[in-house]
């Protein structure tokens, strides 16, 4: 895999500068993103997912422009937002999930198949039919990792998976996203749940702030948030 590469990115939306000057080369396996709220995250996994184009600079994927070509970017990143209501788009989940398989090429016969084959191995069959609008929280979070699984990207973009899920579901989810193959990059507020990666970049004002082992960026962060939330409230708008 040739990685991902950020070649002095950066990106501006109503007149403010939301993140600028990243160079950075994304290759390790497990990749955790870290920041206050505000600080860019998100909108540096839209970037690296295409979609949107950045205001300077340039973003790789696997050797492809992720916002020029959409079906190669679609092969090779998939992303999990933070709100499955933002993800969601059809009323039942064979037709939610069969949705991005479609996208990247296969016919509706064969997606539905693979789409009830899915179900079936994960002990689902009996979700296929259901209305979405029945789905738990927690079970659309589900649906929606299960979308981005089966399109069987080399990337996977995380943003805060964990955010409104109880404690046995995020040890599934853990359990589950562990087990996977795939390149994982994933955006936490949280230090504890970017213990295990490889490597921890932390942003800071859209900018980056550091960057390595996470047993060298997290006791910073740490250290770093305590500092903050001692401090007076705290009610900037960022830019
Ligand atoms: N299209 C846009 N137009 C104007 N401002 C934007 C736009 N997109 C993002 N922002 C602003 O850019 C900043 C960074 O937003 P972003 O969502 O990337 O941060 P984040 O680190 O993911 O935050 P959080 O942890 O709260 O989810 C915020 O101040 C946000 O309001």
């Not at 579901?169 to 193959?181: C, S």
């Amino acid at each position: 895999m040739a990685g991902i590469t950020l070649r002095d990115l950066g990106y501006a939306a109503a007149g403010k500068v939301i993140l600028a000057g990243l160079n950075l080369q994304l290759d390790q396996r497990r990749i955790a993103i870290i920041g206050r709220n505000g600080s860019g995250k998100t909108t540096l996994l839209r970037l690296i997912a295409g979609l949107v184009a950045p205001s300077h600079g340039a973003v790789t994927v696997e050797g492809i422009d992720p916002y020029r070509d959409r079906k190669g970017a679609l092969q090779r990143i998939g992303i999990l937002f933070q709100n499955p209501e933002h993800q969601i788009l059809f009323p039942t989940v064979e037709e939610e999930l069969a949705f991005g398989l479609r996208q990247q090429g296969m016919t509706q016969k064969d997606a539905l198949r693979r789409t009830r084959d899915a179900l079936a191995a994960e002990g689902r069959a009996h979700w296929a039919q259901a209305s979405v609008s029945t789905l738990s929280g927690g079970q659309k979070q589900w649906l929606c990792l299960q979308a981005v699984l089966l399109m069987a990207p080399e990337t996977i973009l995380l943003d805060e998976p964990f955010s409104g899920l109880d404690l046995p579901a995020i040890a599934r989810v853990t359990r589950r996203l562990e087990a996977l193959p795939q390149r994982l990059i994933t955006i936490s507020h949280d230090p504890a749940s970017a213990a295990k990666a490889e490597r921890v970049i932390w942003l800071e004002a859209g900018r980056l702030h550091a960057d390595g082992p996470a047993d060298q960026v997290l006791p910073q962060f740490t250290a770093e948030m305590a500092r903050i939330g001692e401090a007076d409230a705290d009610a900037d708008l960022a830019g």
